[in-house]
Each structure stands twice: as structure tokens, then as C-alpha cells.
């Protein structure tokens, strides 16, 4: 089980961190990712990093201003959200796949980020 934590109402230019923490599951078994939805779109990817935190992927829009990042310790997964934009508001959902997988099985509940301008 995923469960995520840490949208919220913030201003443009603003910051967030989203926090998905494992229950159940060893977090280093899995690949993690971000991905968001915006009202009346479909689901996109936002970024991913590998079971160890060695490799991490970014969508164009995001790169440079968020960054993904895991404590396998603590099993949890982050997202840093910084220099935040209208167009980031959306709903966000961590996401695990299993190592050398290509779909992610496990899915977080949706937590809501909203960018006011």
C-alpha cells in the first residue's frame, strides 16, 4: 500500500513536497514514480528514479524544478517541487513497479496540488 501526503494551496513560484511512504512492501523491491492528472486530462508522468536511487527520469516540463528522491530506510519516496506553476495544479499520484518492469502495479491515493497565480 502507497500512501501519499503533502499537496496543498501554494503560489506560483512556490514549493511543495510530496511524501508516498510503502506499508506492506519492502521499497527497495520496486522502481518508483510520480505522475499527476489535471482536470479533464489524462494521466502524465512526472518523474521516475530506480530501486536504489542510482538513475531518475523527468518530464520536460518538470526538469529543473522538481526533483525525485527515495530513503529506502525509511521506505519512502519524495517529491521536491520548487519554482511551482499554474499549470502544475493537478493531482498527484506516486506509483511502484517492480525492478526491470515496465508497468507500475501499485498505485497511491491522488493528493491534490493547486497553484494559485
Not at 518523474?47 to 529543473?64: H, L, M, N, Q
Request: proline share 2%.
Amino acid at each position: 500500500q502507497l500512501q501519499a501526503s503533502g499537496g496543498g494551496l501554494v503560489q506560483t513560484g512556490g514549493s511543495l513536497t510530496h511524501s508516498c511512504v510503502a506499508s506492506g512492501r519492502t521499497l527497495s523491491s520496486f522502481d518508483m514514480g510520480w505522475f499527476r492528472q489535471a482536470p479533464g486530462k489524462e494521466r502524465d508522468f512526472v518523474a521516475s528514479i530506480t530501486w536504489s536511487g542510482g538513475t531518475s527520469r523527468y518530464a520536460d516540463s518538470v526538469r529543473g524544478r522538481f526533483t525525485i528522491s527515495r530513503d529506502n530506510y525509511r521506505n519512502t519516496l519524495y517529491l521536491q517541487m520548487n519554482s511551482l506553476k499554474p499549470e502544475d495544479t493537478a493531482l498527484y499520484f506516486c506509483a511502484a513497479r517492480s525492478r526491470g518492469t515496465v508497468m507500475y502495479n501499485y498505485w497511491g491515493q491522488g493528493t491534490q496540488v493547486t497553484v494559485s497565480s
